[in-house]
């Protein structure tokens, strides 16, 4: 051993030493995955690495067991998976088991596939790795007399009154032998939203996923809830001799009457690497009824793993893919159709739940019609969902592999669903063909109106709103009726029926409180085509009041505002033309709504008088807003998006190549400065 290792090094392996006996205790012992898989490894490879540089004989940091039920020490040591999360790494153990450490073997890759030369024939068995908790059971002349935990790998705990629970694991074998075998325990998708759906019920938070409860199950002092929650095991391993190989230790398993994946193992030769390569694809596309996390490779004759042996935790002779946790493959089961405020009907998938980056996630929008046409989707089919940007949810792809001719076609409406009219089509996009009379589209305009970016008024929300659609505002009504007095005499009573009248009462004075929001926030409310939160603030502070915008609209110069054009300008006419609309202005108004604002200014004879901007990028100490009236105060107008009328683009750091590339004239934030004569 090492003794002259340098103080930082020290401090960082006690730190990692430290941070991964924590999450390995809150992982095996309180059923909580405070990091992911990949966090995890990736911390105890930068140990591993620090052992081994020093010289240091150290394994990979377990849980030891805390709980009431009895510690037993493994006579084998329950040895974890070495875990890899890509393809080449697959690749480099085959090279290491074919040649026994040695590097002799060439590989290459293309485009990401797994390709390589020279390789040696030797039969490699891939199987399903589960999404569950390890376990070890002893069988005694055929009868089970214990079972343990892993625990830290050489102690685990004695849970065999549990397992005795689960209902398919045997108690006898078909014959009295003495064998030692290991699976792994799971909880089936089916009986993980049954517990949910009555935690529901009960007001309890849901459990995360099924692998933590499936632990916490096993480890309940109540055998009796094990019984109920419906444990399962699969079994994958013979501890000692067994067979000659591993595919032959499946088969005589199944015989003892133990449950096995003897239908999704399969063997392929090492230097086959595309076969290789499609059934670890092929076992991620199935849907077994419970969770998977990847693949595991192992050697499948016998005889090699004594020859290569064990590293302190983990054997060389097996390796476990670890799927992508931000993709995730489950079933579609509907497509049902949301409605937006412009009565624009958007396809939404809904799937059975998949837990991606710690959160469970059930549906994900799939845009617009035309996405459904080009994925050729349809309901049963395994797809495969990711987080883009590791927030939102989407669909990514289909596996038509996986199809098995159960699956429907998703049916395009002809009919709104919200109101029975006529459905418009406008490529991607279908919609409701009279949205200002749809109730689905006018609860989302009220929704919208009520926004904290738009008018504020707390407690508008989903039931509010249906409520106001439903049963205050009449065919010939619109927002106006927020502020009238209909709202807060008989309309009251059916607010205070669906949100209690507190709530009620609170929901008139929000409303009350919105009527001093600037008039720009309420030009935003009024849903005029192409006028959002941005485009309002523009004309709020160019016009200064409504009626002025409403005659520039009609009179055709708004088109000189930038970023309006003359295919928008025939759509706002059309708004401005209505006479509901007009009403609807006039009634805000006189509720006490701010229909005006002074307009600041504009310094003719600044520096920057007469050229347009657009900024990009970070521009430390200055926000957006900061920059904007800098420019502005100097006669400049600065716009969000480029176009043929952008003189200068301004950059900060990390700006958008796209932006640059289509402006001729750019300058840095300092240079603008220079220009403004700003110090």
Wanted: proline share 3%.
């Amino acid at each position: 051993m090492n003794y002259n290792i340098p103080d930082k090094d020290v401090i960082k392996m006690n730190k990692l030493e430290k941070d991964l006996e924590k999450y390995a205790n809150a992982y095996y012992n309180n059923n909580e995955s405070l990091i992911s898989d990949f966090e995890y490894d990736k911390l105890n490879e930068e140990l591993q690495n620090l052992y081994k540089k020093y010289d240091m004989n150290k394994g990979t940091i377990g849980a030891t067991p805390v709980s009431k039920f009895s510690k037993v020490e493994h006579k084998h040591p329950m040895l974890s998976l070495e875990n890899s999360y890509n393809l080449e790494d697959i690749v480099k153990w085959i090279e290491n088991v074919c040649s026994n450490g040695s590097s002799s073997i060439v590989t290459e890759f293309k485009h990401g596939s797994m390709t390589a030369t020279h390789i040696p024939s030797i039969e490699i068995e891939i199987e399903p790795k589960i999404d569950g908790l390890s376990i070890s059971c002893i069988y005694k002349d055929g009868k089970l007399v214990q079972a343990i935990t892993r625990g830290n790998g050489t102690i685990g705990e004695d849970v065999t009154e549990n397992v005795m629970q689960i209902r398919n694991i045997p108690l006898q074998l078909t014959e009295p032998i003495s064998i030692e075998v290991r699976g792994e325990v799971y909880m089936t998708r089916e009986n993980f939203d049954k517990v949910n759906n009555q935690r529901s019920k009960e007001g309890e938070i849901p459990y995360t996923n099924p692998r933590n409860l499936a632990s916490g199950t096993l480890r309940q002092l109540d055998a009796n809830v094990v019984k109920e929650r419906g444990l399962h095991v699969l079994f994958y391993y013979i501890v000692g001799n067994g067979t000659p190989t591993q595919m032959e230790d499946i088969v005589m398993m199944k015989n003892l009457g133990l449950p096995t994946m003897d239908k999704y193992n399969f063997t392929v030769k090492s230097n086959d690497l595309s076969s290789m390569e499609t059934v670890i694809n092929t076992i991620k596309a199935k849907d077994y009824g419970f969770d998977i996390d990847g693949a595991v490779l192992k050697v499948n004759d016998k005889r090699y793993w004594e020859i290569l042996g064990n590293r302190a935790n983990s054997p060389r002779w097996a390796i476990a893919y670890k799927y992508p946790t931000d993709s995730v493959v489950t079933t579609l089961t509907e497509v049902d159709w949301t409605i937006g405020r412009t009565g624009i009907l958007t396809p939404v998938a809904h799937f059975n739940p998949i837990t991606i980056g710690g959160t469970i996630v059930s549906y994900a929008s799939l845009h617009n019609a035309e996405m459904v046409k080009k994925m050729d989707l349809k309901l049963n089919d395994r797809i495969i969902v990711k987080k883009a940007a590791e927030i939102i949810p989407q669909v990514v792809s289909v596996i038509t592999e996986a199809r098995t001719g159960n699956e429907k076609d998703i049916e395009i409406p002809d009919m709104c669903p919200y109101c029975d009219s006529k459905i418009l089509e406008v490529d991607p996009f279908i919609g409701c063909s009279d949205p200002e009379h749809c109730n689905g589209a006018r609860i989302e305009q009220i929704k919208y109106f009520a926004s904290r970016d738009i008018m504020n008024i707390k407690g508008l929300g989903d039931a509010a709103a249906a409520t106001i659609v439903d049963y205050i505002i009449d065919d010939e009504d619109n927002l106006d009726v927020l502020y009238g007095s209909f709202i807060r005499d008989i309309g009251f009573r059916t607010l205070s029926e669906t949100l209690g009248q507190k709530n009620a009462e609170k929901l008139i004075e929000e409303i009350d409180n919105s009527k001093n929001q600037p008039f720009e926030r309420v030009l935003a409310g009024l849903q005029i085509p192409f006028i959002g939160r941005r485009m309002s603030k523009t004309l709020a502070r160019y016009y200064g009041n409504i009626d002025k915008i409403k005659d520039a609209v009609l009179d055709g110069s708004i088109v000189n505002v930038e970023g309006i054009g003359n295919e928008m300008l025939n759509i706002m006419k059309k708004w401005f033309e209505d006479k509901r609309n007009i009403k609807l202005i006039e009634n805000l108004r006189n509720a006490g709504l701010n229909m005006e604002m002074e307009i600041k200014k504009v310094n003719t004879n600044g520096k920057l008088s007469g050229l347009n901007f657009v900024v990009t990028g970070s521009i430390e100490g200055h926000t957006r807003e900061s920059i904007k009236e800098l420019i502005e105060e100097n006669g400049g107008h600065v716009s969000d998006s480029v176009s043929s009328k952008t003189d200068w683009l301004v950059i900060g750091e990390n700006p958008s190549k796209s932006k640059m590339e289509k402006v001729k004239q750019i300058m840095d934030f300092t240079k603008l400065l220079e220009i403004i004569g700003v110090e």
